[in-house]
């Protein structure tokens, strides 16, 4: 059985920094290319950045150069790195492994930038 598991989320101040990590079990996680979602409310789910087995990352526009997304395939583990974070990076952040046919989620966590 897959589980992905995030942890890290909370309440930060405008400017403030956070590190998200989700911890994979029941997957060969080193081959597939993982991946952070966000959700903000009334809003869809949208990629915020990916990373591929073999390290090459991609980013969604408005977080570019303000979030780093890395992996530690020996602990089955994906990071993501937010810096500098605005009242619109607050949303449900999801871990994502794209396992094609199938599709992993973990069961998100909170991240709220608020003064």
């Known amino acids: 059985q897959v589980q992905l598991v995030e942890s890290g989320g909370g309440l930060v101040q405008p400017g403030g920094s956070l590190r998200l990590s989700c911890a994979a079990s029941?997957?060969?996680?080193?081959?597939?290319?993982t991946a952070w979602y966000r959700q903000a409310p009334g809003k869809q789910r949208e990629l915020v950045a990916q990373?591929?087995?073999?390290?090459?990352?991609d980013y969604a526009d408005s977080v570019k150069g303000r979030f780093t997304v890395f992996r530690d395939n020996a602990k089955n583990t994906v990071s993501l790195r937010m810096n500098s974070l605005s009242p619109e990076d607050t949303a449900v952040y999801y871990c994502?492994?794209?396992?094609?046919?199938?599709?992993?989620w973990g069961q998100g966590t909170q991240v709220t930038v608020s003064s």
């Open positions: 990373i591929s087995s073999g390290g090459v990352t």
């Open positions: 994502n492994v794209n396992a094609y046919p199938n599709d992993y």
């Open positions: 029941g997957i060969i996680f080193r081959i597939y290319t």
